[in-house]
RNA sequence: GGCCCCAUCGUCUAGCGGUUAGGACAGCGGGUUUUCAAUCCGUUAACCGGGGUUCGAUUCCCCGUGGGGCUGCCA
């Protein structure tokens, strides 16, 4: 959405790498979350990207973009707010907090900080952190202050500063919490709009408090609904819940992911349900996005993903899955009539590695039971069987090579049906090609297979369920 | 528990005071087809409850209820 509205208003999009939590680093997240970027075409105007080589990359002028850069600034505002009276530090250890909480837990009143440093004297507070005694930076909020905002697609929000916990800014490891890299970096990096997950909304207060106190302007604001999982709850890597990345991985086109995720929140107003990219550029806004929040469900991602497969230009298709065929079948790899015979699956796949598998019977000899071949939803009865590939072997043996084409093909047997339906021939015919009980349409393969092989194929099936 | 957000078919949603409450996915039924898929047609299915306001509420207001988020020296 971000990636929307900048490409909409033409923009900037910005990529920040907000890495100030040490705890929860992960080796190469940055790199997977930038290649997913870079798989569903979004590319930033600045910040981190890749670099033509696959590298981590950094661009622009108002950087570092990796938040752990920064600490200078953040430790330079932080004290800024300390001086101001709007902040001040804090000694209480995590074990105290802790014991503090549990006891508020049990009186039933909000968890929130009990300003036990806020006593201290500047003098003695300073002296403290100067001898090296470990402590953090909390807000000081304003109890009395009601804060009102207006948000881009929630509209005018209300906040009571008492209920609001001073909250921490800087680590005790010099780190800034989100709360404060937020503000200075988006500050300092002249965002003006901030589209983030409904989760943000509960810290507006704080980031609206931190801008006025340091004299700046705030961007604007636009929370979005999050997306759920089945049981409704938030979706979370944490939790395990599946990245872009993962999808990419199954084998879903990248159009329908952003076809797909665009859709989850936001919709133009008309029908129209496929969207490329520049569609969505084009069509997106704020204002119509949704405030609930929406259920990631599976059913219309598949649905959409057999939309997108099928857009799929053939030679791009065909080019796409040669690989993925040639690996199981060598013969693929030399097939003149791959791209004829990647046609008749195009429209029956879902995903590209379900290819090899639809397109076995071209490259190994199928083996068809004459249980398969008499089938009786097709009316035929065994003992129809010798008489039904006579009849198909002399009138396909007649059909010359210039006129073996669907066409061709269709006319001959319809000419030469003899005692049978249409079906009767047919599916034999069919069963006979592929030794599957589902497969593309008889006139297609024979044509893809070439009168050769076709015929050699009837003669073996004749022969092996006599 | 406190604070905040939200609420139309199972799911994604349209609706912005008067509609036979529309579409899409899934489901079901059917057409087409040699099978499957694709495709086409049809169909089941929703305004959370209660009060107001109004000639009239799905729509506006209030209260419930339900769901979600936050409540960390996480983001």
């Known amino acids: 959405m971000n990636y929307l509205v900048s490409r909409r208003t033409n923009g900037n999009f910005l990529v920040r790498i907000e890495d100030t939590d040490r705890e929860r680093l992960v080796p190469g997240a940055v790199e997977n979350m930038l290649r997913g970027m870079t798989w569903v075409g979004i590319s930033p105007d600045e910040g981190v990207m890749l670099d033509p080589g696959g590298e981590v990359m950094q661009k622009g002028n108002r950087g570092p973009y990796f938040q752990s850069e920064r600490l200078p600034l953040y ?93 921490v800014l800087l680590k005790s490891d010099c780190f800034p919490t989100y709360h404060l890299a937020h503000v200075v970096d988006d500050h300092l990096m002249e965002t003006d709009i901030v ?43 944490r939790d395990g819940d599946v990245t872009v990345e993962e999808y990419m991985r199954k084998g879903y086109l990248p159009e329908t992911m952003v076809n797909f995720l665009a859709l989850l929140g936001w ?12 569609e969505l550029i084009e069509q997106f806004s704020l204002e119509r996005v949704q405030k609930a929040g929406a259920i990631f469900d599976l059913e219309k991602l598949d649905w959409l993903q057999g939309q997108w497969m099928r857009k799929i230009r053939l030679s791009d298709f065909a080019s796409r899955i040669l690989p993925l065929v040639a690996e199981k079948f060598l013969l693929a790899k030399s ?33 068809a039971s004459a249980e398969l071949i008499a089938n009786e939803k097709q009316k035929i009865e065994k003992s129809q069987l010798s008489e039904i590939f006579m009849t198909l072997e002399r009138v396909l043996g007649n059909v010359i090579e210039k006129e073996w084409t669907v066409t061709g093909l269709k006319a001959a047997v319809q000419s030469g049906l003899g005692n049978f339906s249409q079906g009767q021939l047919l599916w034999p015919l069919r069963a006979a ?34």
């Open 75 to 167: 430790k330079k505002y932080a004290a800024e707010l300390v001086l101001k009276g709007r902040a001040y530090r804090c000694f209480c250890l995590p074990e105290r907090l802790q014991e503090m909480r549990k006891r508020q837990e049990e009186l039933r009143q909000p968890p929130m900080y009990d300003r036990r440093c806020l006593g201290l004297s500047t003098e003695d507070a300073a002296l403290k952190s100067k001898n090296g005694a470990p402590h953090v930076i909390r807000m000081k909020i304003p109890h009395e202050r009601r804060i009102t905002f207006t948000d881009e697609i929630r509209g005018e929000l209300n906040f009571q500063g008492h209920t609001i916990d001073d909250q």
């Open 195 to 237: 589209i983030r997950g409904e989760e943000w909304l509960s810290s507006l207060p704080k980031h609206l408090l931190l801008f006025e106190w340091l004299g700046w302007t705030p961007p604007r604001y636009a929370h979005v609904p999050l997306l759920l999982g089945k049981d409704r709850k938030k979706l979370s890597k």
């Open 267 to 278: 919709n133009p107003g008309t029908t129209q349900e496929i969207f490329t990219m520049e």
């Open 335 to 367: 097939d003149p009539d791959f791209v004829k015979k990647a046609r008749l699956i195009q429209e029956r796949i879902t995903f590209f590695h379900e290819a090899p598998d639809m397109m076995r019977f071209f490259y190994e000899e199928p083996r």
């Open 433 to 466: 090609l592929t030794g599957l009980p589902y497969s593309p349409g008889a006139y297609e393969v024979a044509e893809a297979l070439g009168k050769t092989k076709t015929m050699e194929r009837l003669r073996r099936t004749a022969r092996s369920i006599q």
